[in-house]
């Protein structure tokens, strides 16, 4: 019998678990057994990480294989454990040394021909590697800039299985990316509205201003092209540049979402989201199943979310909204786990007097709904909601 360790990171919320990976080689029928609560991707890796030791030139042990995922009682999802699984295999097939997995934390996924991808919450999982003093994480190439970022981690970038098992070998020096030097925003984070294209206005101005310089909720009730959705698009123009504790925060729920770009691993501008009103509160809070995934409200931590027309959103979306302005977190339970990801967002909403969007002037000229028909559709916006509301401006035409 064999036996060999290697170490991942599982990424529930924004939080990463550092996770045991076992792997025992034992007589027996030929086929791999896989423990440790996986979720459907985590089993088809059985397949993709035998493809890609054979395609990278080494032999499959034809032994009866378990590996285990501990601790066996947290839920562990997606295919960043691929490369910890291989080598795990690998080391105990005595392809390469024990020791050299010890000092390391493994993540990425694999391809079929051996080659690493990209995977999703790179950024908290080497926060939680470097936080429990491993030496070195090894990460797909894709995610090196992304790793790079946390202070101390010492990062090495994975292109394919093959030159991961020659440098935990020793036959080859293992690369080392180092975090790049702070740079001016890129031309993707450089805001292009500005306040200055809204033409009077000297109200809504005033308030967007003050919601800006105190971090306060806003909601702009008016006829249709007094501009109101101007107004708030301009809005995250006039916020600070986010401090490095703020830009970790926001990279690492960008990180889960899978919304970096390649050429930005490092979001330094106000996040800035608009969803449409037919948005779910599942998509403004957060939804999945086996791999939670952070909702809207969560992606514009530490910036602005935009309800444009807001009466004619959900109910039940709007009111979801009421308890992470009040926390500044979002739990998302399921069955299985629970999911905690900050959401702390300034709030601006937007408002037509009536449904029918014809109101002119301060009596409403032109509008075709009577006073009822007008409370009530103003009434879809709660009163708790609007009490968090900080600032309430009416605009005029």
Same mark, same amino acid.
């Given at each position: 019998?064999?036996?060999?360790? !290697?170490? #991942?990171?599982?990424?529930?919320? &924004?939080? %990463?678990?550092? /996770? =045991?990976?076992?792997? *025992? $080689? @034992?007589?027996? +029928?030929?086929?791999?057994?896989?423990?440790?609560?996986?979720?459907?991707?985590?089993?088809?890796?059985?397949?993709?990480?035998?493809?890609?030791?054979?395609?990278?030139?080494?032999?499959?042990?034809?032994?009866?294989?378990?590996?285990?995922?501990?601790?066996?009682?947290?839920?562990?999802?997606?295919?960043?454990?691929?490369?910890?699984?291989?080598?795990?295999?690998?080391?105990?097939?005595?392809?390469?040394?024990?020791?050299?997995?010890?000092?390391?934390?493994?993540?990425?996924?694999?391809?079929?021909?051996?080659?690493?991808?990209?995977?999703?919450?790179?950024?908290?999982?080497?926060?939680?590697?470097?936080?429990?003093?491993?030496?070195?994480?090894?990460?797909?190439? !894709?995610? #090196?800039?992304?790793?790079?970022? &946390?202070? %101390?981690?010492? /990062? =090495?970038?994975?292109? *394919? $299985? @093959?030159?991961? +098992?020659?440098?935990?070998?020793?036959?080859?020096?293992?690369?080392?990316?180092?975090?790049?030097?702070?740079?001016?925003?890129?031309?993707?984070?450089?805001?292009?509205?500005?306040?200055?294209?809204?033409?009077?206005?000297?109200?809504?101005?005033?308030?967007?201003?003050?919601?800006?310089?105190?971090?306060?909720?806003?909601?702009?009730?008016?006829?249709?092209?007094?501009?109101?959705?101007?107004?708030?698009?301009?809005?995250?123009?006039?916020?600070?540049?986010?401090?490095?504790?703020?830009?970790?925060?926001?990279?690492?729920?960008?990180?889960?979402?899978?919304?970096?770009?390649?050429?930005?691993?490092?979001?330094?501008?106000?996040?800035?989201?608009?969803?449409?009103?037919?948005?779910?509160?599942?998509?403004?809070?957060?939804? %999945?199943?086996? /791999?939670?995934?952070?909702?809207?409200?969560?992606?514009?931590?530490?910036?602005?979310?935009?309800?444009?027309?807001?009466?004619?959103?959900?109910?039940?979306?709007?009111?979801?909204?009421?308890?992470?302005?009040?926390?500044?977190?979002?739990?998302?339970?399921?069955?299985?786990?629970?999911?905690?990801?900050?959401?702390?967002?300034?709030?601006?909403?937007?408002?037509?007097?009536?449904?029918?969007?014809?109101?002119?002037?301060?009596?409403?000229?032109?509008?075709?709904?009577?006073?009822?028909?007008?409370?009530?559709?103003?009434?879809?916006?709660?009163?708790?909601?609007?009490?968090?509301?900080?600032?309430?401006?009416?605009?005029?035409?």
């Amino acid at each position: 019998m064999a036996l060999a360790r !290697a170490r #991942a990171v599982a990424v529930l919320g &924004v939080e %990463g678990h550092l /996770v =045991e990976v076992e792997a *025992d $080689l @034992a007589d027996g +029928l030929p086929r791999l057994t896989l423990i440790g609560l996986p979720d459907t991707a985590l089993h088809e890796s059985r397949d993709r990480i035998r493809a890609a030791v054979v395609n990278s030139g080494h032999k499959w042990p034809d032994r009866r294989i378990t590996l285990g995922l501990f601790p066996a009682t947290l839920p562990k999802a997606g295919s960043g454990f691929d490369l910890a699984m291989a080598v795990a295999v690998l080391s105990a097939a005595a392809v390469v040394p024990p020791e050299s997995l010890l000092r390391r934390v493994f993540i990425g996924e694999l391809a079929l021909d051996g080659r690493v991808r990209a995977v999703r919450g790179v950024l908290p999982a080497v926060l939680k590697a470097a936080a429990a003093g491993v030496e070195r994480v090894v990460v797909p190439a !894709a995610n #090196a800039a992304e790793a790079a970022l &946390v202070p %101390g981690a010492r /990062v =090495e970038p994975a292109i *394919d $299985l @093959a030159g991961v +098992l020659s440098v935990l070998r020793g036959e080859a020096a293992a690369p080392e990316v180092t975090a790049p030097p702070p740079t001016a925003p890129t031309p993707a984070e450089v805001p292009g509205l500005d306040l200055a294209d809204v033409a009077g206005q000297t109200r809504g101005r005033l308030a967007v201003e003050v919601a800006a310089a105190g971090g306060h909720h806003l909601f702009m009730q008016g006829p249709p092209g007094s501009g109101k959705t101007m107004l708030a698009d301009r809005l995250p123009g006039l916020l600070p540049m986010l401090d490095t504790d703020a830009s970790l925060e926001v990279t690492a729920v960008h990180s889960v979402a899978g919304l970096l770009p390649s050429n930005a691993p490092l979001v330094t501008r106000p996040p800035y989201r608009s969803p449409h009103h037919s948005a779910t509160p599942a998509a403004l809070i957060g939804s %999945g199943s086996a /791999v939670i995934r952070p909702g809207l409200a969560s992606q514009a931590h530490r910036g602005i979310l935009f309800l444009d027309e807001a009466p004619e959103f959900n109910r039940q979306s709007l009111d979801a909204l009421r308890q992470p302005l009040e926390s500044g977190t979002i739990e998302v339970a399921r069955a299985r786990a629970t999911a905690r990801f900050p959401a702390r967002f300034q709030l601006v909403l937007a408002a037509n007097p009536c449904p029918c969007a014809k109101a002119r002037g301060p009596r409403g000229t032109g509008c075709e709904c009577p006073s009822l028909v007008r409370r009530r559709y103003l009434a879809r916006l709660s009163g708790p909601l609007l009490d968090r509301i900080d600032i309430q401006v009416a605009l005029s035409a």
